[in-house]
Protein backbone atom coordinates (compact mmCIF):
# COMPACT_ATOMS: atom_id res chain seq x y z
CA UNK A 1 0.00 0.00 0.00
CA UNK A 2 0.80 3.75 -0.26
CA UNK A 3 2.45 3.69 3.31
CA UNK A 4 4.73 0.91 2.99
CA UNK A 5 5.88 1.93 -0.72
CA UNK A 6 6.80 5.29 1.04
CA UNK A 7 8.55 3.84 3.89
CA UNK A 8 10.57 1.90 1.60
CA UNK A 9 11.33 5.27 -1.04
CA UNK A 10 12.42 7.22 2.73
CA UNK A 11 14.58 3.99 3.97
CA UNK A 12 15.98 3.87 0.17
CA UNK A 13 16.72 7.65 0.07
CA UNK A 14 18.48 7.07 3.21
CA UNK A 15 21.10 4.59 2.03
CA UNK A 16 21.81 6.91 -1.19
CA UNK A 17 22.74 9.87 1.00
CA UNK A 18 24.60 7.28 3.23
CA UNK A 19 25.95 6.21 -0.12
CA UNK A 20 26.89 9.35 -0.87
CA UNK A 21 28.74 10.73 2.08
CA UNK A 22 30.69 7.63 1.88
CA UNK A 23 31.79 8.21 -1.59
CA UNK A 24 32.27 11.70 -1.19
CA UNK A 25 34.76 10.88 2.12
CA UNK A 26 37.25 9.92 -0.19
CA UNK A 27 37.01 11.80 -2.94
CA UNK A 28 37.36 15.24 -0.40
CA UNK A 29 40.58 13.63 0.63
CA UNK A 30 41.90 13.03 -2.84
CA UNK A 31 41.58 16.40 -3.50
CA UNK A 32 42.73 17.85 -0.27
CA UNK A 33 45.66 15.34 -0.29
CA UNK A 34 46.56 16.67 -3.94
CA UNK A 35 47.49 19.77 -2.37
CA UNK A 36 51.01 19.88 -0.47
CA UNK A 37 51.21 22.73 1.70
CA UNK A 38 54.17 24.44 3.25
CA UNK A 39 55.59 27.76 3.69
CA UNK A 40 57.39 29.84 6.62
CA UNK A 41 57.14 32.08 9.36
CA UNK A 42 59.52 35.35 10.02
CA UNK A 43 60.03 37.89 13.02
CA UNK A 44 62.09 40.51 12.14
CA UNK A 45 63.89 43.51 14.27
CA UNK A 46 65.77 46.29 12.07
CA UNK A 47 67.55 49.17 13.26
CA UNK A 48 68.67 52.27 11.09
CA UNK A 49 70.89 54.51 11.49
CA UNK A 50 71.04 57.08 8.04
CA UNK A 51 72.40 60.51 7.16
CA UNK A 52 70.54 63.17 4.59
CA UNK A 53 73.31 65.13 3.31
CA UNK A 54 72.76 68.82 2.44
CA UNK A 55 70.75 69.71 -0.47
CA UNK A 56 68.88 72.22 -2.31
CA UNK A 57 65.31 71.65 -2.45
CA UNK A 58 63.90 70.99 -5.58
CA UNK A 59 60.07 71.27 -4.43
CA UNK A 60 61.01 74.12 -2.05
CA UNK A 61 62.52 76.36 -4.92
CA UNK A 62 59.12 76.66 -6.54
CA UNK A 63 59.69 77.93 -9.64
CA UNK A 64 56.86 76.55 -11.30
CA UNK A 65 52.95 75.62 -9.83
CA UNK A 66 52.37 72.85 -12.81
CA UNK A 67 48.58 73.69 -11.28
CA UNK A 68 48.46 77.04 -11.73
CA UNK A 69 51.43 77.87 -14.43
CA UNK A 70 54.99 80.07 -13.80
CA UNK A 71 55.13 81.87 -10.78
CA UNK A 72 55.44 85.84 -10.98
CA UNK A 73 58.73 85.41 -9.03
CA UNK A 74 60.39 83.70 -12.10
CA UNK A 75 59.21 86.48 -14.58
CA UNK A 76 60.49 88.67 -12.61
CA UNK A 77 63.93 87.42 -12.28
CA UNK A 78 64.43 87.43 -15.88
CA UNK A 79 63.04 90.82 -16.38
CA UNK A 80 66.77 91.27 -14.52
CA UNK A 81 68.75 92.09 -17.65
CA UNK A 82 71.67 90.01 -15.95
CA UNK A 83 69.15 87.30 -16.20
CA UNK A 84 67.91 87.24 -19.66
CA UNK A 85 64.83 88.27 -21.35
CA UNK A 86 61.51 88.10 -20.05
CA UNK A 87 60.27 85.46 -22.26
CA UNK A 88 57.86 84.30 -20.10
CA UNK A 89 53.82 84.66 -19.28
CA UNK A 90 51.89 84.13 -16.11
CA UNK A 91 50.00 80.98 -16.62
CA UNK A 92 52.12 78.82 -18.94
CA UNK A 93 52.36 75.21 -18.03
CA UNK A 94 55.47 72.88 -17.92
CA UNK A 95 55.31 72.14 -21.60
CA UNK A 96 55.62 76.16 -22.36
CA UNK A 97 58.41 76.40 -19.84
CA UNK A 98 60.06 73.55 -21.11
CA UNK A 99 60.13 74.80 -24.58
CA UNK A 100 61.76 78.33 -23.63
CA UNK A 101 64.06 77.15 -21.09
CA UNK A 102 65.78 74.93 -23.83
CA UNK A 103 66.89 78.46 -25.28
CA UNK A 104 68.35 79.67 -22.41
CA UNK A 105 72.59 79.56 -21.82
CA UNK A 106 73.63 77.86 -18.87
CA UNK A 107 74.70 81.25 -17.29
CA UNK A 108 71.08 82.10 -17.58
CA UNK A 109 69.85 78.85 -16.20
CA UNK A 110 72.30 78.87 -13.37
CA UNK A 111 71.88 82.49 -12.22
CA UNK A 112 68.39 81.69 -12.08
CA UNK A 113 68.93 78.33 -10.00
CA UNK A 114 71.12 80.51 -7.98
CA UNK A 115 68.48 83.22 -6.99
CA UNK A 116 66.09 81.09 -6.09
CA UNK A 117 68.43 77.85 -4.48
CA UNK A 118 69.46 80.00 -1.12
CA UNK A 119 65.63 80.06 0.02
CA UNK A 120 65.63 76.22 -0.23
CA UNK A 121 68.20 74.66 1.35
CA UNK A 122 68.06 71.61 3.38
CA UNK A 123 70.90 71.21 5.59
CA UNK A 124 72.30 67.88 6.51
CA UNK A 125 70.69 65.63 8.99
CA UNK A 126 69.96 62.34 10.38
CA UNK A 127 67.28 59.68 10.29
CA UNK A 128 66.91 57.37 13.24
CA UNK A 129 64.78 54.40 13.89
CA UNK A 130 66.25 52.28 16.87
CA UNK A 131 64.03 49.59 16.44
CA UNK A 132 61.40 48.52 14.55
CA UNK A 133 59.65 45.10 14.07
CA UNK A 134 57.95 43.10 11.03
CA UNK A 135 56.60 39.95 10.35
CA UNK A 136 56.13 37.95 7.28
CA UNK A 137 53.73 34.65 6.38
CA UNK A 138 54.21 33.04 3.47
CA UNK A 139 51.85 30.00 2.49
CA UNK A 140 52.75 27.69 -0.67
CA UNK A 141 51.06 25.24 -2.32
CA UNK A 142 52.27 22.08 -4.68
CA UNK A 143 49.36 20.12 -6.71
CA UNK A 144 49.78 17.54 -9.58
CA UNK A 145 47.52 18.65 -12.05
CA UNK A 146 47.85 15.46 -14.26
CA UNK A 147 50.78 13.87 -16.46
CA UNK A 148 53.36 16.21 -16.89
CA UNK A 149 51.60 19.34 -15.71
CA UNK A 150 52.15 20.57 -12.21
CA UNK A 151 50.49 24.25 -10.48
CA UNK A 152 52.87 25.75 -7.68
CA UNK A 153 51.21 29.06 -5.63
CA UNK A 154 52.69 31.25 -2.84
CA UNK A 155 50.20 33.30 -0.95
CA UNK A 156 52.47 36.02 1.19
CA UNK A 157 51.42 38.57 3.80
CA UNK A 158 54.12 41.29 4.97
CA UNK A 159 53.38 43.59 7.60
CA UNK A 160 54.99 46.15 10.06
CA UNK A 161 53.97 46.46 13.65
CA UNK A 162 51.89 48.70 14.63
CA UNK A 163 51.10 49.45 10.81
CA UNK A 164 47.82 48.51 8.59
CA UNK A 165 46.72 51.48 7.26
CA UNK A 166 47.14 49.74 3.73
CA UNK A 167 49.14 52.86 2.36
CA UNK A 168 52.50 54.53 3.15
CA UNK A 169 53.72 57.81 3.02
CA UNK A 170 55.91 58.56 0.00
CA UNK A 171 59.85 59.10 1.49
CA UNK A 172 61.53 59.26 -1.73
CA UNK A 173 62.31 55.64 -2.06
CA UNK A 174 60.85 53.76 -4.90
CA UNK A 175 60.13 50.62 -2.61
CA UNK A 176 57.20 53.31 -0.71
CA UNK A 177 54.99 53.06 -3.59
CA UNK A 178 52.90 50.26 -3.25
CA UNK A 179 53.38 48.67 -7.07
CA UNK A 180 51.74 45.65 -8.77
CA UNK A 181 55.50 44.30 -8.53
CA UNK A 182 55.99 44.74 -4.35
CA UNK A 183 52.81 44.21 -3.18
CA UNK A 184 54.12 40.74 -1.20
CA UNK A 185 57.38 41.41 -1.27
CA UNK A 186 58.34 44.13 0.67
CA UNK A 187 55.88 45.92 4.06
CA UNK A 188 53.44 47.32 2.15
CA UNK A 189 51.01 48.33 5.63
CA UNK A 190 48.67 46.34 4.86
CA UNK A 191 48.02 42.69 6.60
CA UNK A 192 45.95 41.48 3.93
CA UNK A 193 47.49 38.02 1.98
CA UNK A 194 48.69 38.35 -1.86
CA UNK A 195 49.60 36.44 -4.61
CA UNK A 196 53.28 36.39 -4.65
CA UNK A 197 53.81 33.37 -7.33
CA UNK A 198 50.65 31.02 -8.68
CA UNK A 199 51.74 29.56 -12.06
CA UNK A 200 51.27 26.15 -13.77
CA UNK A 201 54.10 23.96 -15.63
CA UNK A 202 53.33 21.74 -18.31
CA UNK A 203 56.81 19.36 -19.27
CA UNK A 204 57.97 17.01 -21.36
CA UNK A 205 55.91 18.55 -24.20
CA UNK A 206 55.63 16.22 -27.23
CA UNK A 207 57.85 13.73 -25.00
CA UNK A 208 60.40 16.28 -25.88
CA UNK A 209 62.85 18.37 -22.95
CA UNK A 210 60.73 21.12 -23.57
CA UNK A 211 58.28 22.77 -21.13
CA UNK A 212 56.12 25.69 -20.82
CA UNK A 213 54.80 27.51 -17.43
CA UNK A 214 51.96 30.26 -17.77
CA UNK A 215 51.06 33.22 -14.05
CA UNK A 216 52.54 35.18 -11.53
CA UNK A 217 56.17 34.56 -12.33
CA UNK A 218 58.94 33.48 -9.81
CA UNK A 219 60.85 36.21 -10.29
CA UNK A 220 62.43 37.16 -6.40
CA UNK A 221 65.30 36.54 -4.89
CA UNK A 222 67.17 34.34 -7.24
CA UNK A 223 70.94 33.92 -7.29
CA UNK A 224 73.08 34.80 -5.70
CA UNK A 225 70.30 36.95 -3.48
CA UNK A 226 69.54 33.51 -1.81
CA UNK A 227 72.94 32.84 -0.13
CA UNK A 228 72.74 35.54 2.46
CA UNK A 229 69.57 34.00 3.88
CA UNK A 230 70.90 30.51 3.73
CA UNK A 231 67.74 29.34 1.28
CA UNK A 232 67.48 27.35 -1.54
CA UNK A 233 67.20 29.64 -5.56
CA UNK A 234 64.24 31.54 -4.93
CA UNK A 235 63.55 32.83 -8.48
CA UNK A 236 64.55 32.22 -11.97
CA UNK A 237 66.20 35.20 -12.96
CA UNK A 238 69.60 36.61 -11.50
CA UNK A 239 68.37 38.50 -8.50
CA UNK A 240 70.88 41.10 -9.03
CA UNK A 241 69.77 42.47 -12.46
CA UNK A 242 66.22 41.29 -11.90
CA UNK A 243 63.97 41.24 -9.14
CA UNK A 244 60.51 42.65 -8.95
CA UNK A 245 56.73 40.18 -9.07
CA UNK A 246 55.00 40.20 -12.89
CA UNK A 247 52.79 37.64 -14.76
CA UNK A 248 53.68 36.25 -17.93
CA UNK A 249 55.10 33.49 -19.63
CA UNK A 250 57.98 31.08 -19.89
CA UNK A 251 59.08 28.52 -22.85
CA UNK A 252 61.95 26.64 -21.73
CA UNK A 253 64.09 23.60 -23.20
CA UNK A 254 65.97 21.62 -20.84
CA UNK A 255 69.36 21.29 -22.81
CA UNK A 256 71.04 18.56 -20.00
CA UNK A 257 70.42 17.40 -16.76
CA UNK A 258 73.00 20.61 -15.96
CA UNK A 259 71.52 23.16 -18.40
CA UNK A 260 68.40 24.70 -18.74
CA UNK A 261 67.73 27.62 -21.58
CA UNK A 262 64.57 29.53 -21.04
CA UNK A 263 63.07 32.50 -23.10
CA UNK A 264 60.88 34.90 -20.83
CA UNK A 265 57.86 37.38 -21.68
CA UNK A 266 55.82 39.43 -18.80
CA UNK A 267 53.94 42.45 -18.51
CA UNK A 268 55.33 45.25 -16.40
CA UNK A 269 52.27 47.88 -16.93
CA UNK A 270 48.95 47.33 -18.57
CA UNK A 271 48.57 50.49 -19.86
CA UNK A 272 44.34 50.13 -20.93
CA UNK A 273 42.92 48.75 -18.19
CA UNK A 274 41.45 50.32 -14.64
CA UNK A 275 42.97 53.74 -15.45
CA UNK A 276 40.41 55.77 -17.11
CA UNK A 277 41.92 55.35 -20.60
CA UNK A 278 38.27 55.09 -22.56
CA UNK A 279 37.92 58.94 -20.97
CA UNK A 280 40.71 60.21 -22.84
CA UNK A 281 40.24 60.89 -26.71
CA UNK A 282 44.24 61.44 -26.91
CA UNK A 283 44.36 57.51 -26.21
CA UNK A 284 46.58 56.23 -23.53
CA UNK A 285 50.43 55.28 -23.27
CA UNK A 286 51.73 51.68 -24.60
CA UNK A 287 52.11 48.70 -21.97
CA UNK A 288 55.24 47.43 -20.84
CA UNK A 289 56.30 44.38 -21.78
CA UNK A 290 59.23 42.49 -20.25
CA UNK A 291 61.27 40.28 -22.18
CA UNK A 292 64.34 37.91 -21.13
CA UNK A 293 66.63 35.08 -22.17
CA UNK A 294 67.73 32.83 -19.11
CA UNK A 295 70.04 30.67 -19.18
CA UNK A 296 71.63 28.15 -16.61
CA UNK A 297 74.72 27.44 -18.51
CA UNK A 298 76.00 24.94 -15.63
CA UNK A 299 73.88 23.25 -12.59
CA UNK A 300 75.60 21.29 -10.50
CA UNK A 301 76.07 20.95 -6.47
CA UNK A 302 79.54 22.43 -6.76
CA UNK A 303 79.31 24.85 -9.79
CA UNK A 304 76.31 27.03 -10.58
CA UNK A 305 76.85 29.48 -13.82
CA UNK A 306 73.92 32.12 -15.22
CA UNK A 307 73.93 34.22 -18.05
CA UNK A 308 70.70 36.65 -18.72
CA UNK A 309 69.80 39.34 -21.28
CA UNK A 310 66.56 40.91 -20.74
CA UNK A 311 64.47 43.76 -22.24
CA UNK A 312 62.02 46.46 -20.78
CA UNK A 313 60.07 47.91 -23.41
CA UNK A 314 58.35 51.28 -23.56
CA UNK A 315 58.84 52.27 -19.73
CA UNK A 316 56.48 54.82 -18.79
CA UNK A 317 57.27 57.57 -16.42
CA UNK A 318 56.35 55.46 -13.02
CA UNK A 319 53.80 52.28 -13.15
CA UNK A 320 50.75 52.62 -11.39
CA UNK A 321 50.67 52.63 -7.46
CA UNK A 322 49.17 53.84 -4.25
CA UNK A 323 51.07 56.08 -2.15
CA UNK A 324 50.42 59.61 0.17
CA UNK A 325 52.41 62.32 -0.53
CA UNK A 326 53.66 64.69 2.43
CA UNK A 327 53.75 67.76 -0.43
CA UNK A 328 52.24 67.97 -3.52
CA UNK A 329 54.72 67.08 -5.92
CA UNK A 330 53.55 69.49 -8.86
CA UNK A 331 53.07 72.50 -6.69
CA UNK A 332 55.91 72.12 -3.66
CA UNK A 333 52.89 72.78 -1.10
CA UNK A 334 51.69 70.74 1.94
CA UNK A 335 49.53 68.53 0.94
CA UNK A 336 45.70 69.49 2.51
CA UNK A 337 45.63 65.94 4.58
CA UNK A 338 47.15 62.49 4.53
CA UNK A 339 45.16 61.33 1.55
CA UNK A 340 46.21 58.20 -0.57
CA UNK A 341 47.06 58.90 -3.95
CA UNK A 342 46.84 57.01 -7.09
CA UNK A 343 49.57 57.90 -9.29
CA UNK A 344 49.34 57.49 -12.76
CA UNK A 345 51.90 57.42 -15.43
CA UNK A 346 51.63 60.35 -18.27
CA UNK A 347 54.60 59.68 -20.57
CA UNK A 348 56.40 56.77 -22.22
CA UNK A 349 60.43 57.57 -21.17
CA UNK A 350 61.79 54.62 -23.18
CA UNK A 351 63.70 50.72 -23.30
CA UNK A 352 66.24 49.49 -21.03
CA UNK A 353 68.32 46.74 -21.61
CA UNK A 354 69.31 44.28 -19.04
CA UNK A 355 72.94 41.91 -19.02
CA UNK A 356 74.39 40.27 -16.25
CA UNK A 357 75.87 36.56 -15.31
CA UNK A 358 76.54 35.34 -12.23
CA UNK A 359 79.49 32.06 -11.41
CA UNK A 360 79.01 30.58 -8.13
CA UNK A 361 80.95 27.56 -6.37
CA UNK A 362 81.22 25.37 -3.46
CA UNK A 363 84.09 24.10 -2.36
CA UNK A 364 84.06 22.24 0.87
CA UNK A 365 82.84 24.78 3.78
CA UNK A 366 83.11 27.49 1.18
CA UNK A 367 80.52 29.02 -1.10
CA UNK A 368 81.14 32.53 -2.90
CA UNK A 369 79.99 33.77 -5.89
CA UNK A 370 80.72 36.73 -8.45
CA UNK A 371 78.35 38.48 -10.12
CA UNK A 372 77.98 41.40 -12.92
CA UNK A 373 75.16 43.41 -13.86
CA UNK A 374 75.39 45.84 -16.81
CA UNK A 375 72.91 48.42 -17.98
CA UNK A 376 72.00 50.80 -21.57
CA UNK A 377 68.73 52.93 -22.05
CA UNK A 378 67.46 53.88 -25.49
CA UNK A 379 65.61 57.28 -24.09
CA UNK A 380 62.64 58.35 -25.98
CA UNK A 381 62.93 62.44 -26.08
CA UNK A 382 59.62 62.40 -23.30
CA UNK A 383 60.29 64.84 -20.11
CA UNK A 384 57.75 65.56 -17.51
CA UNK A 385 57.73 67.60 -14.69
CA UNK A 386 59.82 65.05 -12.85
CA UNK A 387 62.34 64.57 -15.49
CA UNK A 388 63.10 61.96 -18.30
CA UNK A 389 64.89 57.97 -18.34
CA UNK A 390 68.30 59.56 -16.55
CA UNK A 391 67.21 63.20 -17.47
CA UNK A 392 66.18 65.94 -15.54
CA UNK A 393 62.41 67.72 -16.83
CA UNK A 394 64.45 70.64 -19.08
CA UNK A 395 67.22 68.25 -20.16
CA UNK A 396 67.51 66.93 -23.60
CA UNK A 397 67.35 62.79 -23.24
CA UNK A 398 70.55 60.59 -24.28
CA UNK A 399 71.93 56.97 -23.94
CA UNK A 400 72.88 55.93 -20.88
CA UNK A 401 74.80 53.09 -19.67
CA UNK A 402 75.94 52.10 -16.03
CA UNK A 403 77.22 48.31 -14.01
CA UNK A 404 77.14 47.08 -10.88
CA UNK A 405 79.76 44.31 -9.46
CA UNK A 406 78.89 42.08 -6.32
CA UNK A 407 80.35 39.55 -4.55
CA UNK A 408 80.20 37.79 -1.61
CA UNK A 409 81.96 34.67 0.54
CA UNK A 410 80.60 32.48 2.75
CA UNK A 411 81.73 29.63 5.01
CA UNK A 412 80.23 26.90 6.84
CA UNK A 413 81.41 25.58 9.99
CA UNK A 414 81.52 21.66 11.10
CA UNK A 415 78.00 21.29 12.08
CA UNK A 416 76.29 23.15 8.51
CA UNK A 417 74.09 24.74 11.30
CA UNK A 418 76.29 27.90 11.74
CA UNK A 419 77.17 29.91 8.73
CA UNK A 420 79.18 33.73 8.41
CA UNK A 421 79.38 35.47 5.46
CA UNK A 422 80.37 39.07 3.75
CA UNK A 423 78.68 40.19 0.71
CA UNK A 424 80.21 43.38 -1.54
CA UNK A 425 78.19 45.19 -4.36
CA UNK A 426 79.10 48.42 -6.26
CA UNK A 427 76.74 50.56 -8.69
CA UNK A 428 78.18 52.88 -10.77
CA UNK A 429 76.47 56.26 -11.51
CA UNK A 430 74.05 55.69 -13.88
CA UNK A 431 73.49 51.96 -12.18
CA UNK A 432 69.41 50.66 -12.84
CA UNK A 433 67.77 47.73 -12.13
CA UNK A 434 64.81 45.84 -11.71
CA UNK A 435 64.94 45.35 -8.20
CA UNK A 436 62.17 47.02 -6.28
CA UNK A 437 61.10 43.20 -4.89
CA UNK A 438 64.46 43.06 -3.18
CA UNK A 439 63.58 42.28 0.63
CA UNK A 440 65.73 44.90 2.00
CA UNK A 441 63.76 47.26 4.75
CA UNK A 442 65.85 50.36 3.81
CA UNK A 443 66.02 50.60 0.09
CA UNK A 444 67.39 47.51 -2.18
CA UNK A 445 70.53 47.17 -1.29
CA UNK A 446 71.52 45.74 -5.10
CA UNK A 447 70.00 49.46 -6.57
CA UNK A 448 72.68 51.67 -4.93
CA UNK A 449 74.78 54.30 -6.83
CA UNK A 450 77.62 53.67 -4.41
CA UNK A 451 78.87 50.69 -2.27
CA UNK A 452 77.22 48.32 -0.02
CA UNK A 453 78.77 45.76 2.69
CA UNK A 454 77.22 43.23 4.42
CA UNK A 455 78.18 40.80 6.74
CA UNK A 456 75.63 38.04 8.89
CA UNK A 457 75.41 35.12 10.62
CA UNK A 458 72.53 32.17 10.02
CA UNK A 459 72.28 29.38 12.96
CA UNK A 460 70.17 26.30 12.27
CA UNK A 461 68.59 25.94 16.05
CA UNK A 462 66.63 23.46 14.93
CA UNK A 463 66.76 21.94 11.13
CA UNK A 464 63.54 24.27 9.56
CA UNK A 465 64.11 27.01 12.46
CA UNK A 466 67.08 29.73 11.59
CA UNK A 467 68.16 32.78 13.47
CA UNK A 468 70.19 35.21 11.10
CA UNK A 469 71.90 38.83 12.67
CA UNK A 470 73.64 41.12 9.64
CA UNK A 471 74.64 44.44 9.32
CA UNK A 472 74.75 46.48 6.28
CA UNK A 473 76.57 49.67 5.62
CA UNK A 474 75.45 52.26 2.72
CA UNK A 475 77.46 54.57 1.26
CA UNK A 476 75.95 56.23 -1.69
CA UNK A 477 77.76 58.46 -4.25
CA UNK A 478 74.78 59.60 -6.47
CA UNK A 479 71.12 60.33 -6.43
CA UNK A 480 68.34 57.92 -7.86
CA UNK A 481 69.16 54.94 -6.96
CA UNK A 482 66.13 52.40 -8.00
CA UNK A 483 64.58 55.56 -10.05
CA UNK A 484 64.89 56.14 -13.71
CA UNK A 485 63.45 59.68 -13.46
CA UNK A 486 66.18 62.35 -12.90
CA UNK A 487 69.27 63.11 -13.91
CA UNK A 488 71.19 61.23 -11.12
CA UNK A 489 73.04 64.12 -8.79
CA UNK A 490 76.28 63.93 -7.16
CA UNK A 491 75.34 64.16 -3.11
CA UNK A 492 79.02 65.25 -2.14
CA UNK A 493 78.13 68.63 -4.07
CA UNK A 494 75.11 70.35 -2.33
CA UNK A 495 72.84 68.53 -5.07
CA UNK A 496 69.17 69.89 -5.97
CA UNK A 497 66.82 66.80 -5.05
CA UNK A 498 63.38 66.46 -5.86
CA UNK A 499 62.54 64.36 -2.55
CA UNK A 500 65.84 63.63 -0.02
CA UNK A 501 68.15 60.59 -0.57
CA UNK A 502 70.27 58.87 1.82
CA UNK A 503 74.34 59.56 1.62
CA UNK A 504 75.25 56.73 3.69
CA UNK A 505 73.07 53.90 6.09
CA UNK A 506 73.74 51.45 9.28
CA UNK A 507 71.32 48.70 9.56
CA UNK A 508 71.00 46.12 11.85
CA UNK A 509 68.53 43.39 11.00
CA UNK A 510 67.81 40.45 13.52
CA UNK A 511 65.43 37.33 12.47
CA UNK A 512 63.96 34.40 13.78
CA UNK A 513 62.37 32.20 10.66
CA UNK A 514 60.02 29.18 11.08
CA UNK A 515 59.78 26.76 8.09
CA UNK A 516 56.42 24.61 8.07
Given amino acids: DYGELKEEVLTLREDIDDLDDRVMAPEKHAVVDGIEWGGDFRFQVHSVNAQVPSHISGLGVGLVNWENGIQPQMIAMLEDDSQGPPLLKPGWGFADLKQVVQGFSPQQIEGLLGSLAPNAVVPSYSYDDDILRTTRLRLEMNAKVAEDVSFYGRLAMYKVWGDSTGTQVFNGQPTSINWDGTQSTYPNSDDSLHLD ?60 DESTLRLCYGVGYESAWGNGTQLKPEGGLDDTIFYGLVWDAIDTPSMYVHLIAARAEDISDGFPGMTVMPVNPVTGEPSPGPVPIRYEPNGTVGNIDLFGFVVARNDGPFDYFLSYGYMKSDPTDYTGPFGGMFTDPFGVTESQSGDMYYAGVRYSFDNAKTKIGLEYNKGS ?18 STRGDVWEAYLTHRIRNRFLFKLSYMDYTYDYSGSGWLLGAPQDLSSMPMLGFPTYDGAKVWNLSLTAGF
Fill in 197 to 256: RGYFTWSNIADSDAFLSVGRRPSTNGVPLNFRNDEARGGTPMGSVFNYQFDGITVGYNLS
Fill in 429 to 446: EYWFNFAQSEDDYLSPKT
